[in-house]
C-alpha cells in the first residue's frame, strides 16, 4: 500500500536575508516537519524577527526560496496561505471599539468568503480558543480595558482560531507571567504532539532547552547553527552568539544555562 508523504510544513532552502546592505543571514536550509517545535535564538539585532517575517511570505529573500507546505508562497491561491500558516506578530495593534469575541473571530476570517458572516461554528471555535488562553468570561469585555498580558493571550487565541498547520511567534511570551508564559509553551508543545509545526523567537534559553526539539541559533554577523536542540545548545555556541560566558548547571535530568 502505498504511503501518504506529506511535504514539511516549512522549509528554507539557501536562504539569505538582507537588511539594509547588511546580510542577517546567509545560505540558511531547514525544515519543519508536523511535531517539531523550532525555536530560533540570538542577540538584540541579529535578524529573528526579519527572519520570521520572510518565513511568513511578508518579505521577500535576497536569495533562496521558501516552501510553505511544499510549495512556494506565490504558488498558494491568494489567501489560501493563511489556512496554513499563522503569524504572531511581535507587537500588536491597538484596539479600539471591539469585543475580546469580535477580536478572536479575526483569526476565522481566511475561511470566509467576502461577503460571509460568522457561523456558530467559527463562534464557538473562537471561544475555545479563549478558553485555552484564562478568556473565558472575557468575551463581552471591550479590549482597551484589558491589562497588556491579556492582550498578548488575546492576540494567541486569535492566531488559535485560525487553525493553520504552521504556527510563526515572534516573541509569544512579552508581558505574560511565569505562570502563563508556561501555559502558552505548554499548549503549543500539545499542538506540535498532534501534527502541528512551531517556530517561535524566544529570549529565554532555558524556556528554549526545555520545549525546542530543534534551535536555530543567529550569531548575529550572517551566520547561523541548526540542529536539533541538545546539539545547538553548548556553553560555547551560546556564549559566542550572546557575547557573554555563560556555564551549564545539571539539574537532574535538565541542564540550565546561567551567565558565567
Same mark, same amino acid.
Given at each position: 500500500?502505498?504511503?501518504?508523504?506529506?511535504?514539511?510544513?516549512?522549509?528554507?532552502?539557501?536562504?539569505?536575508?538582507?537588511?539594509?546592505?547588511?546580510?542577517?543571514?546567509?545560505?540558511?536550509?531547514?525544515?519543519?516537519?508536523?511535531?517539531?517545535?523550532?525555536?530560533?535564538?540570538?542577540?538584540?539585532?541579529?535578524?529573528?524577527?526579519?527572519?520570521?517575517?520572510?518565513?511568513?511570505?511578508?518579505?521577500? *529573500?535576497?536569495?533562496?526560496?521558501?516552501?510553505?507546505?511544499?510549495?512556494?508562497?506565490?504558488?498558494?491561491?491568494?489567501?489560501?496561505?493563511?489556512?496554513?500558516?499563522?503569524?504572531?506578530?511581535?507587537?500588536?495593534?491597538?484596539?479600539?471599539?471591539?469585543?475580546?469575541?469580535?477580536?478572536?473571530?479575526?483569526?476565522?476570517?481566511?475561511?470566509?468568503?467576502?461577503?460571509?458572516?460568522?457561523?456558530?461554528?467559527?463562534?464557538?471555535? *473562537?471561544?475555545?480558543?479563549?478558553?485555552?488562553?484564562?478568556?473565558?468570561?472575557?468575551?463581552?469585555?471591550?479590549?482597551?480595558?484589558?491589562?497588556?498580558?491579556?492582550?498578548?493571550?488575546?492576540?494567541? =487565541?486569535?492566531?488559535?482560531?485560525?487553525?493553520?498547520r504552521l504556527y510563526l511567534l515572534d516573541e509569544p511570551l512579552a508581558h505574560l507571567d511565569l505562570h502563563h508564559q508556561?501555559?502558552?509553551?505548554?499548549?503549543?508543545?500539545?499542538?506540535?504532539?498532534?501534527?502541528?509545526?512551531?517556530?517561535?523567537?524566544?529570549?529565554?534559553?532555558?524556556? =528554549?532547552?526545555?520545549?525546542?526539539?530543534?534551535?536555530?541559533?543567529?550569531?548575529?554577523?550572517?551566520?547561523?547553527?541548526?540542529?536539533?536542540?541538545?546539539?545547538?545548545?553548548?556553553?560555547?555556541?551560546l556564549s559566542s552568539a550572546f557575547g557573554h560566558p555563560l556555564r551549564a548547571v545539571a539539574d537532574g535530568a535538565q541542564?540550565?544555562?546561567?551567565?558565567?
Amino acid at each position: 500500500m502505498k504511503m501518504d508523504v506529506r511535504p514539511p510544513v516549512l522549509a528554507a532552502e539557501q536562504l539569505t536575508v538582507h537588511v539594509g546592505r547588511r546580510d542577517v543571514l546567509r545560505e540558511l536550509n531547514i525544515t519543519v516537519q508536523p511535531g517539531d517545535t523550532l525555536v530560533i535564538l540570538g542577540r538584540n539585532g541579529a535578524g529573528k524577527t526579519t527572519l520570521l517575517h520572510t518565513l511568513a511570505g511578508l518579505r521577500d *529573500a535576497a536569495r533562496g526560496v521558501v516552501l510553505l507546505s511544499g510549495q512556494p508562497y506565490a504558488a498558494w491561491p491568494r489567501g489560501h496561505e493563511a489556512c496554513l500558516r499563522g503569524l504572531l506578530a511581535q507587537s500588536q495593534p491597538d484596539f479600539f471599539s471591539a469585543t475580546v469575541l469580535e477580536t478572536a473571530l479575526v483569526g476565522r476570517h481566511p475561511y470566509l468568503g467576502r461577503w460571509d458572516w460568522e457561523s456558530p461554528e467559527d463562534e464557538a471555535i *473562537a471561544l475555545a480558543a479563549l478558553a485555552s488562553m484564562g478568556l473565558e468570561g472575557f468575551a463581552e469585555r471591550q479590549v482597551p480595558t484589558l491589562s497588556g498580558g491579556e492582550r498578548q493571550r488575546l492576540a494567541i =487565541a486569535a492566531l488559535l482560531a485560525q487553525r493553520p498547520r504552521l504556527y510563526l511567534l515572534d516573541e509569544p511570551l512579552a508581558h505574560l507571567d511565569l505562570h502563563h508564559q508556561v501555559a502558552v509553551l505548554d499548549h503549543f508543545g500539545a499542538l506540535a504532539a498532534e501534527g502541528a509545526g512551531v517556530v517561535m523567537v524566544l529570549h529565554d534559553i532555558n524556556l =528554549a532547552a526545555r520545549y525546542a526539539s530543534h534551535v536555530l541559533l543567529l550569531d548575529g554577523a550572517g551566520g547561523h547553527v541548526f540542529g536539533a536542540a541538545h546539539d545547538v545548545l553548548t556553553t560555547e555556541r551560546l556564549s559566542s552568539a550572546f557575547g557573554h560566558p555563560l556555564r551549564a548547571v545539571a539539574d537532574g535530568a535538565q541542564t540550565l544555562f546561567i551567565p558565567a
